[in-house]
């Protein structure tokens, strides 16, 4: 038999307290003696601001809080609490004997089994526990040494185990900050010190916690709950909790009476007021005036952050972020299912981690889900940047050196200032590749902004920090969901939304980050069922589809299909020009390839209707290298309409393959990882 106790640790705001009631409404619809779950209300209070105030005169407790000398010296009730007397008697109890009492109340009535203890736990209490006995710390001249032994040989005798589990209930800091400032300002004089906003102090339970666990083999993990999901979604965030604390879930925990409640501490009259209004929270119904759940609109504030608790959020956000990716719904925030039907088509994607930095400040390697850049960055304001797609082959990178040469020059184009120098960008690109331990079958997008503005601005004069670069790699294989089928080939159609801008209105020889004109047509093809779109000219001829180069094979026949076998060995490969077009990396090492295989190539101005009536098409690129097409707009590619990979693109598609893994000029050696 076993009892749950479940340590709450949360900043001290209003809906730690609902979480408080929802825990003792648990056994609201039980019979009398039934009660399986008991609630305490920040069991360490009192030590602490024993502590706080300790060597401090009569008139200054070093904090301000109006009821600290009934609380603390007389250890009784103010002279208008006299009905209130057992709160402040009750507080005279220590933690461990606090916990003693509850738990020898379950065992004499035998309610010991699926029976928890919630205690609702300030974060800066934590010093005063111990995480890896789950009990409090030891103190001079206390008896919570007795009472811990005496709650263990309860414990024994009756062969029940005490299961201890964690969970920290996270808030916004703004949020935190900003209540501070309403009614329960007048406690603290408006001045809350960092360590009650409880961020950072969470943080350090987590470690503590996590550290315990590994050196426990029973040990648990810690939960961590957003309030915010709390507040939105209580049903199923109260369903998923217990779930993950092995209790059950009971819908009494939903509802909960007005006023005070017998679980409350002395000191609840002063800051309890937002819940005690309340019975519950639901609030389905946003107008309904009437409606008292905690979570209505009418509990909802607007604040001011004065910049005197700047320095505090500064402090807490940094923790708030990392914590929040604990959460469930964080983990479960997708709202659609990616073409693969799995978040991450290679799982090592999920803990991948990325290079993001200044030229003017050394960029740092971060996982992905805390990899940020600021609002102000140029790339933010106006897709002010420039971007390289490279891939990883065998402990090289392929053609590295042509990839950033094409970045310095859009760079240039664009009018990039102090910008990351060439060792810098290959610097980052080493250390990112070594963090992950990447090798092989990876690819990374390379992306350099014009840097951070000191103000919003489309003015590259406000740009004063330098240049941003970012690199994200990942595992990605060359065919697969988020790339092409090499082998069956692929479909495209004819975008209709735009055309491929000439130079007069903005060269695509520079490789920006402008991508409007690129993903309106991805869009026309996925409403299409294709996988790409075909990008016409101004003029209407071919440029490129919306992510790679096209090129088209003929043969060397007039086009009349027979069921005699032709010699390919007249083959021509054409590609259009780089008039409208990005003339792509594997672009180019392809014709290289084609006039060393003797194949005769052709760049030039081709129309939509000869690769209509070509007899092969395939697109390059260096995401998914030659991908063969055999539909363009439903009409099928190729010679006798077989809907098969060409010969001319299988050829070149090996001829890649192996210059990949054969010319070494071609690629840059990775450093070997430690």
């Not at 000398?69 to 220590?94: H, I, N, S, V, Y």
Request: net charge negative.
């Amino acid at each position: 038999m076993s009892i749950t106790i479940i340590h709450c640790w949360s900043a001290p705001r209003s809906r730690s307290t609902a979480l408080l009631y929802a825990f003792e409404a648990r056994c609201t619809n039980l019979g009398d003696g039934d009660n399986d779950t008991f609630a305490l209300d920040e069991p360490l209070y009192r030590r602490w601001l024993r502590e706080k105030i300790s060597g401090c005169t009569d008139n200054n407790y070093g904090i301000s809080r109006p009821y600290a000398e009934p609380f603390l010296r007389k250890g009784a009730a103010t002279d208008d609490d006299d009905g209130e007397a057992w709160r402040w008697e009750r507080e005279k109890q220590c933690f461990n004997e606090r916990i003693y009492h509850a738990v020898k109340s379950l065992v004499e009535n035998g309610k010991t089994e699926g029976s928890c203890l919630f205690l609702k736990q300030m974060a800066k209490f934590s010093h005063l526990f111990d995480f890896e006995t789950n009990w409090e710390t030891s103190v001079d001249g206390s008896d919570s040494k007795r009472w811990k032994d005496e709650c263990l040989q309860l414990l024994l005798d009756n062969n029940i185990k005490l299961n201890h589990r964690h969970v920290l209930l996270i808030r916004d800091p703004i949020s935190v900050l900003g209540s501070w400032m309403g009614k329960s300002g007048d406690v603290h004089g408006n001045n809350p010190h960092p360590d009650e906003v409880g961020i950072t102090q969470l943080l350090d339970v987590y470690s503590k916690v996590l550290g315990s666990s590994m050196n426990r083999a029973d040990g648990d993990g810690v939960i961590v709950i957003d309030s915010d999901d709390l507040a939105a979604h209580p049903r199923q965030s109260l369903q998923d909790l217990c779930a993950a604390l092995g209790i059950e879930y009971r819908n009494s925990m939903l509802k909960w009476q007005a006023g005070s409640h017998k679980c409350d501490g002395p000191w609840a009259k002063w800051w309890y007021h937002d819940v005690w209004e309340s019975t519950g929270w639901d609030a389905e119904d946003a107008d309904d005036k009437t409606n008292t759940g905690i979570n209505h609109p009418r509990t909802q504030r607007y604040r001011t952050i004065p910049p005197s608790l700047l320095p505090a959020l500064r402090m807490s956000i940094p923790a708030f972020n990392f914590l929040q990716t604990l959460t469930s719904s964080h983990k479960a925030r997708a709202i659609r299912t990616p073409p693969s039907g799995k978040l991450y088509e290679d799982p090592r994607n999920e803990h991948v981690l990325v290079f993001v930095g200044t030229s003017s400040r050394k960029g740092r390697i971060v996982p992905r889900e805390m990899a940020q850049i600021s609002p102000f960055d140029s790339s933010v304001q106006g897709g002010d940047a420039t971007w390289e797609g490279i891939r990883i082959y065998n402990g090289r990178i392929f053609h590295l050196d042509h990839h950033l040469n094409r970045l310095f020059r859009s760079a240039k184009a664009l009018g990039f200032e102090h910008v990351h120098t060439r060792s810098e960008v290959t610097e980052a690109i080493f250390r990112v590749l070594a963090a992950n331990g990447m090798r092989d079958g990876a690819h990374m997008r390379l992306t350099l902004t014009r840097g951070e503005k000191c103000s919003s601005s489309m003015n590259p004069l406000f740009n004063v920090y330098g240049t941003t670069l970012i690199i994200l790699p990942e595992w990605k294989p060359t065919e697969g969901a988020t790339t092409y089928d090499n082998t069956k080939g692929v479909s495209l159609i004819t975008a209709g939304s735009c055309r491929r801008s000439p130079p007069s209105a903005l060269d695509n020889k520079i490789h920006h980050n402008n991508m409007i004109q690129n993903i309106l047509p991805k869009i026309e093809a996925n409403l299409a069922g294709a996988a790409d779109s075909i990008m016409l000219d101004v003029e209407g001829f071919v440029a490129e589809t919306n992510a790679t180069n096209l090129f088209l094979v003929r043969y060397g026949h007039d086009g009349v299909e027979t069921d005699e076998d032709f010699d390919h060995s007249g083959a021509v490969l054409v590609t259009p020009s780089g008039d409208h077009c990005l003339p792509g990396i594997t672009r180019g090492t392809v014709l290289l390839l084609a006039e060393e295989l003797g194949i005769k190539t052709e760049v030039r101005r081709v129309s939509l209707s000869e690769f209509y009536s070509a007899d092969e098409v395939f697109t390059t690129g260096t995401m998914g290298e030659l991908t063969p097409v055999t539909q363009i707009d439903g009409r099928v590619i190729g010679y006798k309409s077989t809907m098969k990979r060409g010969e001319v693109t299988e050829l070149l598609q090996k001829a890649y393959k192996e210059a990949v893994a054969t010319r070494l000029g071609w690629s840059t050696e990775i450093p070997q990882f430690s």
